[in-house]
T-cell receptor, first 115, second 112 residues
Framework: DAGVTQSPTHLIKTRGQQVTLRCSPK?????VSWYQQALGQGPQFIFQ???????QRGNFPDRFSGHQFPNYSSELNVNALLLGDSALYLC??????????????FGPGTRLTVL | QKEVEQDPGPLSVPEGAIVSLNCTYS??????FMWYRQYSRKGPELLMY????GNKEDGRFTAQVDKSSKYISLFIRDSQPSDSATYLC????????????FGDGTTLTVKP
């Protein structure tokens, strides 16, 4: 089992550009969550996808959007990049079994640098 | 003020020491409490989770939750150099179990 995989590993963009990050969940998981982790801070929840729909969203602007595919993989899109978007973007997957806590398995992240 | 506050590090201890890591929170809806370990340039790895109040032990690790004080702790016994990492506390409400709110982490160094 490869666990949660993310691509690319690193990315450098300039202000105003758009970026797409990709995530493949752990085998058997159907729910994908995205987090942003700025340097020296804890991860911040961006949104969660289940059944190809956004189910929960954190306090992030509409510039951040996502998609989930039928095979449960997911993309995070960020438009009009700002310097402050520079961070480690983490994908986490889990099974969806109602309200019970389900362990989230995190990927290694994509490090985005905006110049 | 952040919903989850974590004791700032860095923390440096000798090998074999008992380590205490702590977080406080303000949202009384939090019911799930997690501790993650994050090595440099890696994603967080779940160490332990606890539902509601009480203690939970797993090997050298013990997690404590005091909901009345809105305070959680992680104790590491017989600390090893391999325990050197950043430790993150995280919490979620029962209605949004997949949305975790994290502390900013405490960096621990265990010196041989």
């Amino acid at each position: 089992d490869a666990g949660v995989t993310q691509s690319p590993t690193h990315l450098i963009k300039t202000r105003g550009q758009q970026v797409t990050l990709r995530c493949s969940p752990k085998s058997g998981h159907d729910t994908v969550s995205w987090y942003q982790q700025a340097l020296g801070q804890g991860p911040q929840f961006i949104f969660q996808y289940y059944e190809e729909e956004e189910r929960q969203r954190g306090n992030f602007p509409d510039r951040f959007s996502g998609h989930q595919f039928p095979n449960y993989s997911s993309e995070l899109n960020v438009n009009a990049l700002l310097l402050g978007d520079s961070a480690l973007y983490l994908c986490a997957s889990s099974p969806q079994t109602g309200l019970a806590y389900n362990e989230q398995f995190f990927g290694p992240g994509t490090r985005l640098t905006v110049l | 003020q952040k919903e989850v506050e974590q004791d700032p590090g860095p923390l440096s201890v000798p090998e074999g020491a008992i380590v205490s890591l702590n977080c406080t929170y303000s949202n009384s809806a939090f019911q799930y409490f997690m501790w993650y370990r994050q090595y440099s340039r890696k994603g967080p790895e779940l160490l332990m989770y606890t539902y509601s109040s009480g203690n939970k032990e797993d090997g050298r690790f013990t997690a404590q939750v005091d909901k009345s004080s809105k305070y959680i702790s992680l104790f590491i016994r017989d600390s090893q150099p391999s325990d050197s990492a950043t430790y993150l506390c995280a919490m979620s409400a029962i209605t949004n179990a997949g949305k975790s709110t994290f502390g900013d982490g405490t960096t621990l160094t265990v010196k041989p």
